[in-house]
């Protein structure tokens, strides 16, 4: 038979390999936890939407083959779709490639007779207050000292698929 003393250290380095196993298990949990509650403690700011402008459920396809959108089909050209959105819809032509689509509506107010955007170039300019918009960011350009929320314009999903436009909200 073994000796008796090699049955100890046996059960001894078991007893050790168990308690290290013990004490890495804990760790790994603890980091695991601070993870965790790290991730799910971190919180975002509510989205704060546009309080003059509700939202609005609409598709729409845009055949670019069609002669009435050829102002689509160059980089830096635009577009509005009186038929959709509040006042309607800005279309544009950022690079050739890429689209964005905005509401014709001024953000900054609710709709009224003189609320829709017109189209001058690269900007959306709204004649209630002579703000201005990017069409490439949706950002007002216009320096207002009125200390009240200004808003961006409101953008709609747009999507190129083969020689058409979609777009939604």
Not at 6 to 33: H, N, V
Not at 65 to 92: C, E
Not at 96 to 118: I, Q
Not at 146 to 153: E, I, N, R, S, V
Request: aromatic share 14%; glycine share 8%.
């Amino acid at each position: 038979m073994g000796d008796p003393f090699d049955f100890g250290q046996r059960i001894s380095y078991k007893y050790t390999l168990l308690m290290e196993l013990t004490r890495f298990t804990s760790i790994m949990l603890y980091t695991a936890f601070l993870l965790i509650g790290g991730v799910m403690g971190c919180s975002k700011s509510p989205l704060e939407r546009n309080p003059y402008l509700y939202d609005l459920s609409f598709q729409q396809e845009i055949p670019l083959n069609l002669p009435q959108y050829d102002g689509l089909r160059f980089a830096g050209g635009s577009l509005t779709l009186p038929q959709f959105g509040h006042k309607g819809i800005h279309i544009f032509n950022l690079n050739g490639n890429d689209f964005l689509a905005w509401e014709a509506s001024c953000p900054n107010h609710s709709p009224n007779d003189c609320s829709r955007t017109e189209i001058t170039g690269v900007l959306a300019e709204c004649s209630c207050e002579n703000y201005r918009y990017s069409l490439a960011t949706g950002q007002l350009l216009t320096e207002t000292n009125t200390g009240d929320t200004m808003y961006p314009l409101v953008n709609y999903y747009i999507e190129k698929r083969g020689n058409s436009l979609y777009v939604s909200n």
